[in-house]
């Protein structure tokens, strides 16, 4: 049995669900968020025996029979029927706690990687230093709260400064999700360079583009899709925005060595998938920018044609790792 944890709205993990199906699969999609008020889980230990049960919807599954889990998106366990807000705290740390253990006592093939693991290594700079090591081409970065850092680091990139967040950190501003953008630093803001003392900043030059690559990475196969960021102003500093307005997507054929570096970095970091993002300049050059450990893929399999739900679905099924 595979196991799918997720959100219930996961587009995403919807497109691989059709193809768990096609290779006669049971599976379990079942998101963190029903524990306590829909779900229960039991971890039983006599001896050297483990019993681990989750029941859902009146049904009893027993985790030692699940094979491999894709740890998608889920959203977090909340004890909202505890109405005292310290003991909502505590029921929802030690809910995190046990569901934890028993993510530790089941089956080593995860996708990416179990969330405690995945956590472990989620870090940007990290990520860059382990490129590096693998032959990567990577930008000159600077993750600093020391505001003496910013005026120095505008004029190595020649003025040409970008500010991004230190780690991918969602935050709500009156009740919806916000993201941090890309953001060029213009001459102007170096004068409040002071405020980077109360909230460290990571800092690049701006490397000139041709076009960007979202590489998704799952197991040992690559898939690279092109997308022409440079043809709109909008998307022409960071792709996120309006990506689905017209910019264009298409396959891009990754040169061996750079495709072995993707498979790479996201093995050595103890994972099975993977989203790279990088830069071809206009010189040829491919740079590395950063590593999404769950980041989305659907669209590039959408814009870009490329079989990642196939490939998903593959690595669960597989009766060998890929790793």
């Not at 004029?155 to 890309?182: Q, S, V």
């Not at 360079?193 to 590489?215: D, S, T, Y």
């Not at 996120?240 to 298409?250: F, K």
Request: with cysteine; net charge neutral.
């Amino acid at each position: 049995m595979l196991m799918i944890i997720s959100d219930p709205a996961d587009a995403s993990a919807a497109l691989v669900l059709p193809k768990l199906k096609e290779r006669g699969v049971e599976t379990l999609w079942w998101d963190e968020s029903a524990l306590a008020a829909e779900t229960t889980l039991t971890i039983g230990l006599d001896g050297a025996a483990v019993r681990q049960t989750l029941t859902h919807e009146g049904r009893a599954y027993d985790l030692a029979e699940v094979t491999a889990v894709w740890h998608r998106r889920p959203r977090r366990p909340k004890a909202t029927a505890v109405g005292d807000e310290t003991q909502r705290a505590y029921a929802d740390l030690v809910t995190r706690a046990t569901l934890e253990g028993a993510y530790a006592l089941m089956t080593d093939r995860w996708m990416p990687a179990r969330p405690q693991d995945a956590k472990r290594i989620d870090y940007k700079a990290l990520h860059l230093a382990m490129a590096a090591e693998r032959g990567f081409a990577v930008p000159g970065t600077v993750f600093t709260n020391d505001p003496a850092e910013l005026v120095p680091a505008w004029h190595r990139a020649g003025g040409r400064l970008i500010c991004k967040t230190p780690e991918k950190l969602p935050f709500e501003l009156d009740g919806e999700a916000r993201h941090m953008y890309t953001t060029r630093v213009e001459r102007r803001h170096l004068a409040g360079r002071h405020r980077v003392r109360h909230a460290p900043v990571m800092l690049q030059p701006n490397v000139p583009k041709e076009c960007e690559l979202r590489v998704t990475v799952v197991g040992d196969r690559v898939f690279a899709a092109e997308i022409d960021s440079q043809s709109s102003r909008l998307t022409a500093q960071d792709w996120r925005h309006y990506e689905d307005q017209g910019v264009a997507y298409r396959p891009h054929d990754l040169p061996p060595q750079v495709a072995r570096r993707c498979v790479e970095l996201v093995r050595a970091l103890g994972l099975s998938f993977g989203a790279i993002d990088l830069i071809r300049t206009p010189a040829g050059d491919y740079v590395f920018l950063e590593l999404n450990v769950n980041g989305q893929w659907a669209f590039v399999e959408i814009f870009a044609g490329l079989p990642i739900s196939d490939a998903i679905a593959d690595w669960l099924t597989a009766k060998e790792t890929h790793r």
